[in-house]
């Protein structure tokens, strides 16, 4: 208390003088100054020239000089830097921890924490409750939409059989079965396999006796027919020109594949439509290419040419035999 607002008599140069030094000196000299004539005017040295009032003189000087140095030199910025650092680190040091959740003391921020965990704790809880309530009702539309579904599909088949049966009495009111074979008479077991439904496959037995075929069967039919009348149409059309081929007769079988071209791209679709319907994947069709087409017609003329020849070639040998 006495020494708080305590402020030294002597100035800089004083000071500097009491202390037996120089401005400029370094702060060793000081320290090393300070010393001796503390040893010299210590009244505790045991010193002949131990005197209390040369002692103040020589700490007031000795605390002058070092305000003054304090104040001339310039701290290193590199070592300032790292003091700035440290203190700031120490004091936010209780600020990395609890997920920086929290003010005040360590302590509070550690009540702080736990209450924040316990709400983020039911936050959580919460939300798992109602993804499983969310999912549940979910579950249940999806259950009632299928429910729907089947009943509106048990409904369409009981209307398409109520259709059907509808037309077979019409058409037997009508006496349109009256010329089926076997009227009135039970039907027979056309297979005894148990894996086979009896109903559907009687129904199947009686559309084949009376001449019904599927579509398919049709269509398959049809094209083959067709692809053979092309194949044949060509190579009467190739033999017709003739070998070899003149001019005007190039210029009309160019005309001839065309109009193959045009033939095929038609029968192709027919093809699309057959696979369309087409039961069975292994029945399935490729379609015809128009130089394919032309390649075998190629052949086949010159196989016929070939024959030909051969047979006259025949003949000649046995006039001339004879």
Request: aromatic residues 6%; hydrophobic residues 30%; proline residues 3%.
């Amino acid at each position: 208390r006495m020494l708080s607002g305590y402020k030294p008599k002597n100035d800089v140069k004083d000071s500097y003088k009491i202390l037996e030094l120089e401005e400029g000196c370094s702060l060793d000299d000081v320290r090393n100054s300070y010393c001796n004539l503390a040893k010299k005017y210590h009244p505790d040295s045991s010193s002949g020239m131990a005197d209390s009032r040369a002692f103040i003189r020589v700490e007031e000087a000795y605390r002058v000089v070092l305000s003054d140095l304090s104040g001339k030199q310039q701290p290193d910025p590199g070592e300032e830097e790292e003091d700035q650092f440290k203190s700031k680190s120490l004091q936010h040091r209780h600020y990395l921890s609890f997920e920086g959740v929290g003010i005040g003391t360590p302590s509070q921020r550690e009540k702080q924490y736990m209450q924040f965990r316990v709400d983020r704790a039911t936050e959580q809880v919460l939300e798992y409750r109602q993804q499983r309530l969310e999912s549940r009702y979910a579950g249940s539309d999806l259950s009632r939409a299928k429910d729907v579904r089947q009943s509106k599909k048990v409904k369409i088949t009981q209307a398409v059989e109520r259709l059907v049966e509808d037309l077979i009495q019409e058409s037997m009111a009508k006496g349109d079965f009256d010329n089926l074979s076997g009227k009135g008479k039970p039907l027979q077991k056309f297979s005894h396999s148990p894996h086979i439904d009896p109903m559907t496959h009687n129904l199947n037995r009686i559309l084949i006796d009376n001449g019904y075929q599927p579509e398919w069967i049709l269509l398959q039919k049809e094209i083959r027919e067709t692809i053979e009348r092309l194949r044949k149409s060509i190579v009467a059309s190739r033999r017709k020109l003739g070998e070899p081929m003149t001019l005007s007769e190039q210029k009309q079988w160019g005309r001839i594949c065309e109009q193959l071209a045009e033939d095929i791209r038609k029968l192709n679709k027919r093809v699309d439509n057959f696979n369309l319907v087409v039961p069975i994947l292994s029945r399935q069709m490729v379609h015809f290419s128009t130089d394919k087409e032309i390649l075998r017609a190629r052949k086949t003329y010159e196989a016929v040419v070939e024959k030909v020849s051969d047979s006259d070639r025949k003949e000649n040998e046995g006039e001339e035999g004879k």
